[in-house]
């Protein structure tokens, strides 16, 4: 029987559920059939007008509608979808009553173009609008549905209240890191004994035209739009930057000990996880690699592995979930770097995001699942390996006011 305490002597945690919707579809295995059969969830952009536009492409979800539609009930809807799969493998709690608290990556909310448009129309104003014009129209109080939709907390508070999750729901933005800073929460949370369960989602429903051509003027976008599906190349020479995308992902977490004596499906433990910030530029990474090496060896070294056994343990696992983002730097990193600090120089790479692209708040969530699914198959095929993968996610974010973030989570096969 595996022990129900780390070496540290806090709780061991177990994933028990699993829930993703992406640009492939809905659901672990829709998801991994589209994914291993090679078919791409990139696609020409369709709900709104891209003319004139650089980028006309993105892995957008269009096959859940949402009315009205706007970026917060698109991202909310994707979330309590992904929430719901991961709830019913773990068959736990009963219908809205989820025994934990729900940590939530979501990306910047804010209101958009067309609410901008209606409120500068009823301000009155007959020459340049200013943004007390907007807070005069706004003041009124015909606008409350907007205020209710695009204020920051509402997906969590709407999400919190569709599964019932105990206490104040915690909403996060590390951009691309998101997804994997909610799951760090959500161990953190477990590990400290505050809860034996927690539900942790990452989200993200953004692609609008202001997105879409915010990242255009940084030059950050792919703007290989023939074929669409071809665009997103994150180890080619020749990439010309990311492809935005939406999906959600969503796991539970459960101490070990409470998800054994209630039958739980364990379907991994997270053995350690690792984070760091990256202060050299705010939207390329270091050259050299350190943070995102550091914040591997943080994971690492948070599993409770002495130094001598890291390297072993990392020639053990068998794909490492690589993210590249800086347009310049981004061909030194993946197998130069990490293989030289993290393997024993055959590098095996994982990359989804030729095939789903990239989200901006739920890429960790969303790529660390497909990880997981990932391993289920092998384990299928009798491959006997103790780690199954390492999540690693950045944040490029040009808005982001911070410095830019790593997070890694390490797996153990269940």
């Given at each position: 029987?595996?022990s129900?305490r780390?070496?540290?002597?806090?709780?061991?945690?177990?994933?028990?559920?699993?829930?993703?919707?992406?640009?492939?579809?809905?659901?672990?295995?829709?998801?991994?059939?589209?994914?291993?059969?090679?078919?791409s969830?990139?696609?020409?952009?369709?709900?709104?007008?891209?003319?004139?536009?650089?980028?006309?492409?993105?892995?957008?979800?269009?096959?859940?509608?949402?009315?009205?539609?706007?970026a917060?009930?698109?991202?909310?809807?994707?979330?309590?979808?992904?929430?719901?799969?991961?709830?019913?493998?773990?068959?736990?709690?009963?219908?809205?009553?989820?025994?934990?608290?729900?940590?939530?990556?979501?990306?910047?909310?804010?209101?958009?173009?067309?609410?901008?448009?209606?409120?500068?129309i009823?301000s009155g104003?007959?020459?340049?609008?200013?943004?007390?014009?907007?807070?005069?129209?706004?003041?009124?109080?015909?606008?409350?549905?907007y205020?209710?939709?695009?204020?920051?907390?509402?997906?969590?508070?709407?999400?919190?209240?569709?599964?019932g999750?105990?206490?104040?729901?915690?909403?996060?933005?590390?951009?691309?890191?998101?997804?994997?800073?909610?799951?760090?929460?959500?161990?953190?949370?477990i590990r400290?004994?505050?809860?034996?369960?927690?539900?942790?989602?990452?989200?993200?429903?953004?692609?609008?035209?202001?997105?879409?051509?915010?990242?255009?003027?940084?030059?950050?976008?792919?703007t290989?739009?023939?074929?669409?599906e071809?665009?997103?190349?994150?180890?080619?020479?020749?990439?010309?930057?990311?492809v935005?995308?939406?999906?959600a992902?969503?796991?539970?977490?459960?101490?070990?000990?409470a998800?054994?004596?209630?039958?739980?499906?364990?379907?991994g433990?997270?053995?350690?996880?690792?984070?760091?910030?990256?202060?050299?530029?705010?939207?390329?990474?270091?050259?050299?690699?350190?943070?995102?090496?550091?914040?591997?060896?943080?994971?690492?070294?948070d599993?409770?592995?002495?130094p001598?056994?890291q390297?072993?343990v990392?020639?053990?696992?068998?794909?490492?979930?690589?993210?590249?983002?800086?347009?310049?730097?981004?061909?030194?990193?993946?197998?130069a770097?990490r293989g030289k600090?993290?393997?024993?120089?055959?590098?095996?790479?994982?990359?989804?995001?030729?095939?789903?692209?990239?989200?901006?708040?739920?890429?960790?969530?969303?790529?660390?699942?497909?990880?997981h699914?990932?391993?289920?198959?092998?384990?299928?095929?009798?491959?006997?390996?103790?780690?199954?993968?390492?999540?690693?996610?950045?944040?490029?974010?040009?808005?982001?006011?911070?410095?830019?973030?790593?997070?890694?989570?390490?797996?153990?096969?269940?």
């Open positions: 029987m595996a129900l780390d070496k540290a002597g806090r709780p061991v945690v177990a994933v028990t559920g699993m829930g993703i919707v992406t640009s492939l579809g809905a659901g672990t295995d829709e998801n991994w059939t589209k994914l291993t059969g090679g078919q969830g990139i696609r020409s952009v369709q709900r709104f007008s891209t003319e004139a536009m650089k980028t006309r492409i993105a892995g957008t979800v269009d096959f859940v509608p949402v009315e009205p539609f706007n917060p009930a698109l991202t909310e809807r994707l979330g309590e979808m992904a929430g719901e799969e991961a709830v019913a493998q773990a068959k736990i709690g009963g219908r809205g009553r989820f025994p934990g608290p729900l940590f939530l990556a979501v990306p910047p909310i804010e209101i958009e173009w067309p609410q901008r448009t209606e409120l500068a009823a104003a007959n020459d340049q609008i200013h943004y007390d014009d907007l807070l005069r129209a706004a003041a009124t109080g015909r606008y409350q549905r205020y209710d939709r695009f204020v920051f907390g509402s997906v969590g508070t709407h999400l919190a209240d569709k599964f999750t105990q206490g104040m729901p915690i909403s996060l933005t590390t951009a691309c890191a998101s997804g994997a800073s909610a799951i760090q929460l959500g161990l953190e949370a400290r004994g505050e809860t034996e369960a927690a539900l942790c989602i990452a989200t993200d429903g953004t692609v609008n035209p202001e997105n879409l051509i915010r990242f255009s003027l940084l030059s950050a976008l792919s290989a739009n023939d074929p669409p071809a665009a997103a190349k994150p180890f080619s020479k020749n990439r010309d930057g990311f935005m995308a939406e999906g992902g969503a796991v539970v977490l459960e101490s070990y000990e998800a054994r004596a209630r039958g739980a499906p364990i379907l433990i997270i053995e350690g996880c690792g984070e760091l910030a990256d202060s050299f530029h705010r939207t390329r990474t270091s050259p050299d690699g350190k943070p995102i090496i550091g914040c591997m060896r943080n994971a690492i070294a599993a409770g592995l002495e001598a056994a390297l072993l990392a020639r053990q696992v068998a794909e490492i979930g690589a993210v590249p983002f800086a347009r310049v730097h981004h061909q030194h990193l993946p197998g770097r600090h993290f393997s024993d120089g055959r590098d095996r790479l994982s990359e989804q995001r030729d095939v789903v692209a990239e989200g901006l708040a739920e890429a960790a969530g969303v790529h660390e699942i497909a990880l699914v990932d391993d289920e198959q092998r384990a299928a095929a009798r491959l006997e390996l103790e780690l199954v993968g390492l999540g690693l996610d950045r944040c490029h974010d040009p808005s982001s006011k911070s410095d830019n973030a790593c997070c890694g989570l390490l797996y153990a096969g269940a």
